[in-house]
C-alpha cells in the first residue's frame, strides 16, 4: 500500500495513513509534501473500482429462500 491513493478527479488524492482528502492546491502544505514525495520517485495506489449495481441482475435472496423454508 502507498502512501497516497488518486482519487476519480486530479482535484484532490487520499492520504492512506488517515484517509484524509487532500486538495490539488499549491498552497496546501499536505499537497506540497504529497509532491516531494512524487519526486522522490512515490506511486500512489490507483483509484478503487467503482461498484456498478446496474451489473448485478439476480435479484438477492430471502433469509427464507437461502435455508429453504
Not at 29 to 35: A, F, G, K, N, V
Amino acid at each position: 500500500m502507498a502512501d497516497y491513493q488518486l482519487t476519480a478527479t486530479d482535484a484532490a488524492v487520499i492520504r492512506t495513513a488517515d484517509q484524509a482528502h487532500i486538495p490539488n492546491d499549491d498552497a496546501n502544505r499536505d499537497w506540497q509534501e504529497y509532491q516531494r514525495w512524487l519526486a522522490a520517485g512515490g506511486v500512489p495506489d490507483p483509484m478503487p473500482p467503482t461498484i456498478n449495481p446496474a451489473l448485478d441482475t439476480k435479484p438477492a435472496k430471502t433469509a427464507a429462500q437461502i435455508l429453504g423454508v
